[in-house]
């Protein structure tokens, strides 16, 4: 089976052999079916998400790679429900998108993109900044200029080049894909190929828990990129035969800016009007998602679900992980909060696999932590 970029909204395909990032009327992609890998095309010898390379829609043989993926998964009690914390910090650059940074970059890489431009909040910035470092590819990182110190900083090391962008996280996207005229837009939120990165974490789950499938994921959500790698890889695992049903997937987003919860819970396929605030959960904050019809299906489709959480909610669930030894940064904390809801409306049972994606290190808002603390830095 050939894989080829594909537009979901109007069944058009385009051949891989030529780096793109967008279709026609900068319509957002993703890539045809892929048949899955069944335990035997796993490569064992390997300790990283490129165990699971026969999954990718290229052969690459000297992928960028520093060890990601292969994260912990910790079995806990949490309000007395059998839940699996998924360590997605664990990762070279502290949060889950290396996993997508380092198939991104390393296909990109192979079709002969040398010089990459991205947009972010922080942790995607940070982790292609690093994967490009690594690969001999120069980055440029456009950010808002209200992003944490620690990410940019993080960025500047590796060697990007760094733009603070004014005004809101719409506008440093904006702004992007009007520089895309004059370098390749390696976007996190954009490039199919990142979601298959993020598809590892499906693969990697299926392994952890003895080749099966969790009855529920709950993961932070901003742009769906967890949603969509959980949907399209536990997809691919369910069309190679090796589970036979998909996990309930559920996301999780701040009710300052949630418009993906939003939307799903007034069961619209668009926008909902409404006001942006400033979230602790900056990682979320993502009030116009590209892919905002294809999460919101990855979602029904699965039969799960979304939680819009309040700041307080977050910043007490940040606050309970870190009393449990998990330090993670609030955009993480939020799998935690939802997690109590889906409980009480009974969404989700006690008895049930449940796994909490933790997708960021505390490391990366020590600032934000700091202020839930009432600690004078």
Not at 77 to 90: D, Q, T
Not at 154 to 175: C, F, K, Y
Not at 202 to 226: K, R
Not at 270 to 277: A, F, I, Q
Request: charged fraction near 15%; aromatic fraction near 6%.
């Amino acid at each position: 089976m050939t894989a080829a970029y594909l537009d979901p909204r109007t069944g058009q395909t385009f051949a891989l052999d030529q780096p793109r990032w967008c279709g026609p009327g900068l319509a957002p992609l993703l890539l045809t079916a892929l048949p899955g890998i069944g335990r035997g095309a796993i490569d064992t010898a390997t300790r990283s998400l490129w165990r699971y390379r026969a999954a990718f829609p290229m052969r690459i043989e000297n992928p960028i790679t520093m060890g990601e993926g292969c994260t912990p998964l910790i079995a806990r009690s949490i309000l007395g429900a059998n839940v699996h914390l998924k360590c997605e910090w664990f990762m070279p650059t502290g949060s889950f998108k290396d996993r997508g940074a380092s198939v991104m970059l390393s296909l990109l890489r192979a079709q002969g993109i040398t010089d990459v431009l991205e947009d972010s909040s922080g942790n995607g910035g940070a982790a292609v900044s690093a994967y490009a470092a690594a690969g001999g590819m120069h980055a440029t990182i456009m950010a808002p200029d209200s992003t944490s110190p620690a990410k940019t900083v993080q960025m500047r090391a590796h060697g990007a080049a760094v733009e603070l962008i004014p005004g809101n996280r719409q506008a440093t996207s904006d702004a992007a894909v009007e520089r895309s005229e004059s370098v390749f837009y390696a976007s996190h939120n954009w490039h199919p190929f990142f979601l298959h990165g993020t598809k590892t974490l499906a693969y990697e789950l299926w392994e952890d828990l003895g080749f099966t499938a969790p009855d529920n994921i709950i993961t932070p959500c901003g742009a769906g990129s967890n949603v969509l790698g959980c949907e399209i890889g536990f997809s691919e695992l369910l069309r190679a035969g090796q589970i036979d049903r998909m996990p309930r997937i559920f996301a999780a987003q701040p009710a300052n800016c949630g418009p993906i919860a939003a939307a799903f819970m007034a069961g619209r396929d668009t926008l909902m009007p409404g006001v942006v605030s400033p979230t602790i959960a900056e990682g979320t904050a993502i009030a116009q998602p590209i892919r905002l019809r294809e999460v919101l299906g990855a979602l029904r489709e699965t039969d799960g679900g979304a939680v819009q959480l309040t700041e307080a909610e977050i910043a007490r669930a940040t606050l309970d992980l870190a009393a449990m030894g998990i330090y993670v940064e609030p955009t993480s904390a939020q799998a935690l909060a939802a997690l109590e809801k889906l409980l009480a409306s009974g969404a989700i049972t006690p008895d049930q696999t449940t796994v909490l994606v933790l997708t960021g290190s505390g490391l990366k808002a020590t600032p934000r932590i700091a202020e839930l603390l009432g600690v004078v830095l």
